[in-house]
């Protein structure tokens, strides 16, 4: 366990480094340590008597792919999240409160929806719904990279779609993963899964946080405000004369890492249409 946060933790402090002017250690250093780090721990486990993680679950293809399906997705939905609290309240001017509120709709909404998906899936198989339910999400991320002004359309809009498109594919991603573990090792593969979707999600927001706050800076091209140079999120009052500037470039850095964003989710789609369970395989498990 000690190897693999150390690993971790020198990869995601490298990520976020790769957006510092100034650091005390090479991100090019940290993101090395990671990876050297993960390679041992990958051998450990192989080696070792009693594993962390059973490799040997990684041989079947479908949790292996529905794995690499959640690293997308979760990822992508983590990094959606922690980007748009900055449009809402930086330039939409939203309070803490409003945010809240806004993102209400995912609760309820995947609640009400997951249970009714994991049945269909058990009947009719896995990859519909996760193939459908990731291709919605691109959809929604590409509505809030667009930055359409208006609230209801620009923002409301695209978070109830995205949340349609969880509850549509949280219960049938935990089905096809539990389905492709043998009963023995069955905690094991919803303990490799759900580590694989908060590791995406840390990743997932490193690597967008550091996007947005390389080309933010690179849109200010110099310009410097009146209470200096701002970080990504930090836009200067109205009246500053550099705020047209400064809001433009929030707005391609934004934008840009949505784009990024979108495009995992069908990266996540792909996997799914290739490596999730159909109708078939799913009678086949049920028989």
């Given at each position: 366990p000690l190897l693999g946060v150390a690993a971790c933790g020198a990869l995601?402090?490298?990520?976020?480094q790769l957006a510092v002017a100034s650091e005390p250690i090479s991100p090019a250093t940290l993101l090395g340590v990671g990876t050297v780090g993960l390679v041992l721990l990958v051998l450990y486990e192989a080696r070792t008597a009693h594993p962390l993680v059973h490799l040997s679950l990684f041989r079947n293809r479908v949790f292996s792919g529905v794995n690499a399906m959640t690293l997308f997705l979760y990822g992508a939905l983590s990094a959606v999240l922690f980007l748009l609290p900055f449009d809402l309240i930086a330039r939409r001017g939203l309070s803490a409160t409003q945010v809240g509120l806004t993102l209400a709709p995912f609760g309820v909404i995947i609640g009400a929806l997951?249970?009714?998906a994991g049945k269909w899936a058990d009947r009719h198989g896995t990859r519909t719904p996760l193939?459908?339910?990731?291709?919605l999400l691109a959809v929604a991320t590409s509505a809030l990279a667009i930055n359409v002004e208006s609230f209801w359309s620009g923002v409301v809009g695209p978070i109830v779609l995205m949340s349609l498109a969880m509850g549509i594919v949280v219960s049938p991603l935990t089905t096809a993963v539990m389905n492709a573990?043998?009963?023995?090792h069955a905690g094991a593969a919803s303990g490799i899964n759900?580590?694989?979707?908060?590791?995406?999600?840390?990743?997932?927001?490193?690597?967008?946080g550091a996007l947005a706050n390389v080309l933010f800076h690179r849109g200010l091209d110099g310009v410097t405000m009146q209470a200096g140079i701002p970080s990504f999120g930090d836009l200067p009052a109205l009246e500053d004369p550099a705020r047209a500037v400064t809001?433009?470039?929030f707005d391609h850095a934004y934008s840009t890492a949505m784009w990024m964003l979108a495009?995992?989710?069908i990266a996540g789609a792909l996997l799914a249409w290739r490596f999730a369970p159909t109708r078939a395989a799913a009678q086949a498990n049920t028989s």
């Open positions: 995601t402090v490298g990520l976020v997951s249970s009714v193939v459908f339910g990731s291709l573990a043998p009963d023995a759900n580590a694989t979707s908060r590791l995406a999600g840390l990743f997932a927001v490193a690597i967008a809001e433009a470039a495009a995992w989710n």
